[in-house]
């Protein structure tokens, strides 16, 4: 798990500020932008994103696709993945990976994960995916975003490294909290002795 962990950061900040291989971007089904950090990334990167993104055709939710950094790639980002988040229409109640939601959101981690591992990216950032204008509960995403990119990481060697960027020390706090609390669990279960 410690070791795992060494390959998985937190940070605040802007995603297009990063010193990364790769940022995912939380973008909506017709890749042509929009506000957030899909606005953000847009302007970072420049025109042709938009001019290449034109002829990819959208992307369905819980699906991503790759594009050069274009812009960015002067600060080092050499690549954007694209994934569509789910709209939140779910039912909070409902225990962890039992709606739509979730295996949707799941879904934009592993494709994203998967794209990475294909292009070989050595370090990643990911924004919370759909936790702003697409109403995702927040703590709720940041279970399914780290036990996704955790298990991942235990099967693959690429990416090497993933930073979950968060916009905000409250947004930042919820991961720690996550990350902390499956930790204790994973040392709890260490300690029951098999029979
Ligand atoms: N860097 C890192 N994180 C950011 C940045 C940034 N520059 N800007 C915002 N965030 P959102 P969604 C955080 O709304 O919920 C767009 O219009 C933000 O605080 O960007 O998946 C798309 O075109 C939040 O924690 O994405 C879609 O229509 C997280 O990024 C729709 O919004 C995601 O917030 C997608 O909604």
């Known amino acids: 798990m410690i070791e795992l962990l060494n390959r998985i950061h937190i940070c605040v900040g802007d995603i297009t500020q990063l010193t990364v291989d790769a940022i995912v971007n939380a973008a909506n089904e017709s890749l042509l932008g929009g506000g957030g950090v899909d606005g953000a990334i847009h302007r970072a990167a420049g025109p042709r994103l938009l001019e290449h993104n034109r002829t990819l ?8 696709k790759i594009t050069p ?4 790639v002067a600060i080092g980002i050499k690549h954007i993945i694209h994934t569509v988040g789910p709209v939140w229409h779910g039912d909070a109640s409902a225990s962890l990976s039992n709606t739509h939601e979730d295996v949707l959101l799941a879904s934009c981690y592993h494709q994203t994960l998967t794209l990475a591992l294909e292009h070989e990216i050595k370090t990643l950032a990911f ?4 936790t702003g204008v697409y109403g995702f509960p927040k703590e709720r995403a940041a279970k399914i975003a780290f036990g996704h990119v955790y298990h991942f990481l235990t099967q693959h060697p690429f990416p090497q490294q993933v930073t979950f960027c968060c916009f905000s020390q409250e947004d930042a706090a919820v991961y720690h909290q996550v990350i902390e609390s499956r930790n204790e669990w994973m040392t709890s279960r260490k300690r029951v002795q098999p029979f």
């Open 69 to 72: 950094g274009f812009d960015l």
């Open 127 to 130: 924004p919370a995916i759909s």
């Open 57 to 64: 055709g959208g992307c369905p939710t819980g699906l991503a």
